[in-house]
């Protein structure tokens, strides 16, 4: 079994192909070709199969990738543009028993970006950035710095007992715990390092003071206090002071909801009727 590996720089990515076959006596070379503009094509041939190949085909990320048909030992694939999308590790499999595979890696530096672009929180509450690579290969090494102006200042884990690193592979976090109104607030970059490079992203952090969160609360009470009011006025005076006529030199309690009558009978007796 024999093995074969070439490796192109293309437009400042990394192209790696490592050849080699699962069958005995099998042999993959496998060759990164550019042709125009960005475009880039990858091929493997195989030789001395361990037995008839059947067909061949791409696959990258488990994702089985349309290819051309060309003969049973060649195959070829395109790569319209080498960027983060289209980095990865590509495998172009022959079918043979057993299979025979080899692998082209495509590296590009880290593509960094912030999960949010602008994070709030509440005073005294922990505030989390998060940062995240979508690129090959990973993320080897993760960094946080305050931007202040031009500077920028790295976060130390742990610095503070409030500032707490959590980084792994092609995701990173910066924990802020007891956040302050005046000296967390402002922009904070995440940088990514792999063995192409390194990217960077900001985020802006925003702190809200702690009576921030009663403001539309204590609106929503004004606006019913001020509607009550007003029904009440309306009412007051859409319905003015009645007084009653006075026959009697006296004046019956406005509240009565009933007017007792009192007449007296033939035999002296007084009996109350209630008039509605």
Excluded at 92 to 116: Q, R
Excluded at 225 to 244: C, D, G, M, S, W
Aim: hydrophobic share 35%; proline share 6%; aromatic share 8%.
């Amino acid at each position: 079994m024999g093995a074969w590996v070439a490796a192109v720089l293309v437009s400042g990515a990394l192209l790696c192909a490592v050849g080699g076959a699962f069958g005995a006596g099998a042999k993959i070379s496998a060759t990164p070709e550019v042709t125009a503009g960005s475009n880039v094509i990858i091929s493997c041939n195989i030789t001395e199969p361990p037995t008839a190949v059947k067909g061949h085909y791409w696959e990258k990320g488990g994702t089985r990738l349309d290819t051309n048909e060309t003969s049973p030992e060649f195959t070829s694939y395109l790569i319209p543009k080498v960027d983060h999308d289209t980095s990865g590790e590509y495998h172009c499999i022959f079918e043979t028993v057993p299979l025979s595979k080899a692998t082209v890696y495509v590296k590009v530096k880290p593509h960094v970006y912030a999960y949010k672009k602008t994070e709030h929180g509440n005073e005294g509450d922990t505030g989390m950035l998060v940062c995240k690579s979508s690129s090959y290969p990973p993320v080897t090494q993760w960094s946080w710095f305050r931007v202040v102006g031009d500077v920028s200042q790295p976060v130390v884990n742990g610095s503070e007992d409030r500032f707490f690193i959590k980084s792994d592979g092609n995701k990173t976090e910066l924990r802020i715990l007891s956040l302050h109104l005046e000296k967390d607030p402002g922009d904070y970059m995440c940088n990514g390092t792999n063995e192409k490079g390194e990217g960077n992203a900001v985020i802006s952090l925003r702190v809200r003071s702690r009576l921030a969160a009663l403001w539309p609360f204590l609106g929503i009470v004004a606006e019913v206090l001020v509607l009550v009011t007003i029904i009440f006025i309306y009412e007051k005076r859409r319905q003015p002071n009645q007084v009653p006529d006075d026959d009697d030199g006296g004046s019956a309690p406005l509240a009565m909801p009933q007017i007792i009558r009192t007449r007296m009978c033939a035999r002296g007796t007084q009996i109350k009727q209630t008039a509605r």
